[in-house]
């Protein structure tokens, strides 16, 4: 196969990934960084900054799509923070008020799901 064919079909492939979800990762993490100390067991509930941003990215996450890519850049994020809680993962948006069920996620969670 030629090069140019190859970059072509690499581009599809990401023009499409990108084109199924409306969510960038920039906007994922930028929405959660609040909730690192929470999920870090530093604090017993998560800050004002933290619920705004879940409640930013629930309202973002109406679709599969948006769903798995969400929890794969949480899974990305969650890595970069060090040790946390991923336990404490679900209570976040309970302690915010939400009606949303989200699992612990980590490193092994599956996204498709």
Do not use: W
């Not at 959660?32 to 100390?37: A, G, H, K, L, Q």
């Not at 879940?54 to 309202?59: H, R, T």
């Not at 948006?66 to 991923?86: F, S, V």
């Amino acid at each position: 196969m030629s090069r140019a064919a190859i970059v072509s079909i690499v581009i599809l492939l990401i023009t499409g990934c990108e084109a199924q979800a409306s969510i960038k990762c920039p906007t994922v993490i930028e929405d959660v960084t609040p909730c690192v100390s929470f999920l870090k067991s530093n604090t017993k509930h998560p800050s004002e900054e933290c619920c705004q941003g879940i409640k930013s990215l629930n309202g973002e996450a109406g679709s599969h799509e948006n769903r798995e890519a969400i929890c794969l850049c949480l899974k990305q994020g969650l890595t970069a923070i060090g040790d946390y809680d991923p336990q404490r993962i679900p209570l976040v948006p309970k302690e915010c008020g939400l009606s949303v069920t989200l699992p612990p996620i980590d490193d092994k969670t599956d996204c498709t799901k």
